[in-house]
């Protein structure tokens, strides 16, 4: 039978790190692409092969996002790989890599709201694009990671969630346009791991929470597996936020 192959974007720490992991454990090959965190990359094949015995299949695969060189570098990548081709396409395309800062509306800098969009609805846009014979060819599926932030307003972070709100519509809209051969839908964390800038007023996050603790980067990549098993879902959304989205 043949593998299943995944890419995923950002995949070296936190909620990327954790679905490599769950990803590896449950057989499927996967590129894990990086822009600066290759050491940690390389140690979640290590952790694999000490736990397993055998070699983690994958391969780490190095670009910045924002420059369309790199971006058409990790596009030519996949397309061209082995285990593309002799597994009959792409199975799964995680957009996961993302930037995340507090910045007051009245001062954030136009390049800031740019290098957002640019992350979160160029990429992958032009990612998606750029894989669609195999994602075709596959039955993909396509995950965008967006977050809880839909339809309320949040102080000093209005060009990130405008550009996730952005990225959801986009995966909404593919849904439909690359039906049926490929599957598209949505995940939204909540709180699950704090930035640095934000760690001291996390825990007031938190009693915002029902559940009233942080989610696990495990639980993430169980809603993201979820997806990608369930062969009947598409133009979906995962909140996986311990019920914050619907606390008033
Ligand atoms: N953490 C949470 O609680 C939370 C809450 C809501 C939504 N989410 C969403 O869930 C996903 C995962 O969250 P996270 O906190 O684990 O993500 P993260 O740490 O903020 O970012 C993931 C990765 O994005 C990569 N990245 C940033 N800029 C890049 C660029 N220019 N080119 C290439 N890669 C770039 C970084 O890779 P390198 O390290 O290799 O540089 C980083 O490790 C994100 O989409 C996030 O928006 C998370």
Known sequence: MAQRVALITGGGKRIGAATVSLLLDNDW???????????????????????????AQAEIIQADLNSDEDLATLIGVVLNHEKVK????????IHNA??????????????SLRLNTRLHIEVPFLLTQGLLTPLKSGQGCVIGMID??????WKGLSHYTASKAGLRQLMMNLAGDLAPEIRVNCVAPGAIIAADWESEHFAS????????RAG????????ILFLLNSTYLSG???????????SP
């Open 86 to 93: 002799l597994n009959g396409g792409l199975h799964a395309l």
């Open 29 to 55: 090959f996967v590129f894990i692409h990086v822009r600066s965190s290759i050491s940690e990359a390389q140690a979640i094949l290590q952790t694999y092969e000490q736990k397993n015995g055998s070699k």
């Open 98 to 111: 993302s930037i995340y800062s507090s910045e007051d509306y009245a001062s954030v800098s136009l390049e």
């Open 236 to 246: 979906q959304t995962i909140n996986v936020d311990g019920g914050w989205s619907v």
């Open 148 to 153: 809880t932030s839909l339809g309320r307003a």
């Open 216 to 223: 696990e980067p495990t639980d993430v990549a169980q809603a």
């Open 205 to 212: 996050v938190l009693e915002k929470v029902p559940l009233g």
